[in-house]
């Protein structure tokens, strides 16, 4: 194709006008030509190529995407349009190659939204020309986490030998190494083999249905659909036939193998034999490359009833501890809101307010969530699932300070956010505290002038403080508890994420408001389009619009002070399941 012709076609896509055929063509050349690409970006300026693409009331996926990526890239409209290298470089050409609306995407999607700007650009309010995407977004992207080979099922006393393994109780847990330094541990395989494991003991997981004990005790119980579950210890491997067994590794000494019921084959490492069986009520141990006959001694491995019923009792012990740290946090003047779910009964429609210093209306209603188990044994906890479910209450006024806690199991993040607290009505001040489709914590404040565009009927640049966002957990995270915690300071604008005690994030609001909460959902938004309270909404992607979380609740706390990170890392420990 010659240079004319490649200029025409670029000509044609920064006027609106190239067909879907003209962009996958640009594509194919911007492909192979840095400088086409260059050329393109000059041409199709950022700022039109937004505005067309906010106004496409069909919501071409595609477009949105795009529109997604230039928001994170914050580019000015009076600078050099650099969005397509920086489309290009977040998520590669290989990506929008797979899909054959994205093959035109870059080059024609100002004419996909060109066509409908004149017939349906219907938006009940004038858009800032400076800044058409002043909102409190864009959301993070999910983080690529390595799948799952098993769950942590149960946890004794349990202590680990470095932070890597840091596991909670119903964690997921990828192939690598488990290091214990004492207490017990249960492992569910996905295949469905049980393994407990007492420390000292290092076991490494080495799929759905293997594993290989470097050192320590650990006994299976292998169920019918993990049949062939493999244990391998220095020297040899363990191959189960229907069956409950014990592996030993200890310092020092071979490996030893107890059969507790129906049989197991070893095989020693390098063996070209066959392997041998193993009965129910037999031991063998690996001295000098044999196997050799030993007693078998069943009461020297973790016993899974014994395991359950320690696991129960030092879930007692961690409620009690729990219950003392919340009446104690209650009793903090500067405690607003501190929602525990423990004695509502199970057709109860409100929550309890237990702070003493509760404000007046503060107790919480659950509009469409319901009960269910919490993080011990008899404790509740609410149940968010459907766009429709909320917990409301209300904290009136304005403060210096916030800290917001919450114990959450989160089982999926299905949207762009993912709401935690959200107010129903808006003023400068109030906030946005979610968690992104990427697992990202966020905070996002509304700010004077943005007030002032609202009542003005227009959305103007700068509205929104922030957003200040910090990792907070992936995939590997959903189905277990954690807990997160947010602070804001109005002196400094300071705003410090915290997942399970740490801190992992933080960053400054600009204004340094006073945040406010005033009425407010916990896991939904009340927004909607249409209504003038809430005009930014009509210029965001539609999938912004539903927000709800999906996962559990099992404690909320709200105080009108910054706690400390050693306060906050006190009241994870004192409240971990």
């Not at 999607?109 to 219907?122: E, I, P, Q, R």
């Not at 009461?299 to 129960?312: G, H, K, L, Y």
């Not at 915690?485 to 994030?505: F, K, M, N, Q």
């Not at 404690?555 to 050693?566: D, F, H, P, T």
Request: with cysteine; aromatic share 8%.
């Amino acid at each position: 194709m010659s240079k004319d012709e490649i200029q025409e076609l670029i000509s044609r896509a920064a006027t609106g006008a190239a067909t879907e055929a003209d962009g996958r063509t640009l594509l194919e050349i911007c492909k192979t030509s840095p400088e086409w690409l260059e050329e393109l970006a000059r041409h199709v300026t950022t700022e039109r190529l937004l505005a067309m693409v906010a106004a496409d009331p069909h919501g071409h996926i595609t477009a949105q995407e795009v529109t997604l990526r230039l928001q994170q890239e914050r580019i000015a409209a009076t600078g050099r349009p650099e969005f397509v290298p920086a489309v290009t470089r977040r998520i590669g050409f290989s990506r929008w190659l797979r899909h054959a609306a994205a093959a035109a995407a870059i080059a024609a999607v100002a004419g996909f939204a060109l066509k409908y700007w004149n017939s349906a650009h219907t938006a009940p309010i004038v858009q800032a020309e400076e800044d058409p995407f002043s909102m409190d977004g864009p959301p993070s992207e999910p983080r690529e986490s390595a799948p799952p080979v098993a769950v942590l099922k149960r946890m004794v006393n349990a202590r680990w030998q470095d932070a890597a393994n840091d596991f909670g109780t119903g964690a997921l847990l990828p192939a690598g190494w488990l290091r214990l330094t004492s207490g017990t541990v249960e492992v569910e395989f996905l295949r469905g083999a049980q393994v407990i494991l007492t420390g000292p003991a290092e076991l490494r997981l080495d799929g759905e249905n293997a594993a290989y004990l470097q050192n320590g005790k650990a006994s299976a119980h292998v169920p019918e659909p993990a049949h062939g579950f493999l244990l391998a210890a220095p020297g040899m491997q363990v191959v189960d036939l229907g069956t409950e067994f014990g592996l030993n590794v200890p310092a020092t000494g071979g490996p030893e193998v107890h059969v507790f019921e129906g049989e197991v084959t070893l095989a020693r490492d390098g063996s070209t034999g066959t392997p041998e069986k193993l009965n129910l009520g037999n031991a063998r141990r690996l001295e000098d490359g044999t196997f050799r006959n030993i007693p078998s001694r069943p009461a020297d491995f973790p016993n899974r009833q014994e395991v359950a019923t320690q696991s129960m009792a030092e879930g007692r012990e961690r409620l009690k501890a729990w219950q003392a740290e919340m009446n104690d946090l209650a009793r903090d003047p500067a405690t607003l809101l501190s929602y525990t779910f423990e004695d509502e009964p199970q057709w109860s429609r409100t929550v309890g307010n237990k702070a003493a210093a509760a404000p007046a209306d503060s107790t919480g209603t659950l509009v469409g969530a319901g009960w269910t188990g919490g993080r011990w044994p008899g404790k509740h906890a609410v149940e968010l699932r459907s766009p429709g479910d909320r917990l409301r209450f209300s904290i009136p006024g304005n403060h210096e300070a916030l800290t917001c806690m919450a114990w959450l199991r989160v089982d999926s993040l299905p949207n762009p956010f993912n709401a935690l607290l959200m107010p129903t009505h808006y003023q400068a001040g109030s906030f946005h505290w979610t968690l992104e489709r990427g697992g990202d914590l966020r905070v996002a404040m509304l700010n004077e002038a943005g007030i002032a565009s609202l009542q003005k009927n227009k959305f103007g640049p700068g509205g929104w403080d922030g957003p200040v966002s910090a990792p907070a957990l992936s995939g590997m995270d959903f189905g277990r508890w954690i807990f997160l915690a947010t602070t804001i300071d109005a002196a400094t604008g300071l705003c410090t994420h915290y997942r399970d005690g740490e801190a992992v994030g933080s960053g400054k609001l600009a204004h340094k408001l006073p945040p406010h909460l005033g009425d407010v959902e916990f896991g939904n938004w009340g927004a909607r389009r249409g209504n003038p309270e809430y005009p930014w909404i009509e210029w965001q992607p539609r999938s912004w619009d539903t927000r709800n979380f999906v996962g559990r609740l099992d404690e909320l706390v709200i105080l009108s002070r910054v706690l400390s990170q050693a306060e906050i890392s006190r009241h994870f420990q004192s409240g971990m399941p």
